[in-house]
């Protein structure tokens, strides 16, 4: 029988990191059953587990296998070494780690044009840098929108 899944909203973290909306496994207790535990798939992703411990039992890179716990411990020092404070950067693995690398220095290039543009960006809220363009573009149509 397939674990039942459960809706999570998107909201957004102490740390200002936003979290889609996703679904999850149901919480039953039963570790090895959950879509985050190595061997396991995540139906709606097709992303496979990684975790070979629950939560509280191993912490941070432990509860990874042992190539994924290199391959972070790697990424770490690469960013390190480009001026990265990656000891802010909450990542579950070496992919999000990159990835939210670059989303950050995306957004902040994005910030640029935008502040370039006359748009005042640090009154914006985005969580990504297409929703920054998205609601700066707006933010720019109505400035334009009032000249005229």
Do not use: C
């Not at 960006?121 to 334009?144: C, G, Q, T």
Request: aromatic residues 8%; hydrophobic residues 30%.
């Amino acid at each position: 029988m397939a674990a039942s899944r459960v809706s999570v909203k998107g909201y957004t973290r102490k740390d200002g990191t936003y979290v889609a909306p996703h679904n999850r496994s149901a919480p039953d207790g039963n570790f090895q059953n959950n879509w985050s535990t190595k061997g396991n798939v995540n139906p709606y992703t097709g992303k496979p587990g990684t975790l070979i411990a629950p939560p509280g039992q191993a912490s941070g890179a432990e509860s990874l296998d042992t190539k994924e716990a290199q391959r972070m411990a790697d990424r770490k020092e690469h960013w390190k070494s480009q001026g990265v404070d990656v000891d802010k950067i909450n990542a579950y693995n070496s992919y999000d780690l990159d990835s939210k690398v670059v989303e950050a220095n995306r957004m902040l290039q994005r910030k640029e044009h935008w502040k370039s543009q006359g748009v005042d960006v640090d009154k914006i809220n985005a969580y990504n840098s297409y929703d920054l363009d998205s609601k700066a573009r707006a933010v720019d149509k109505a400035r334009s929108t009032q000249k005229n």
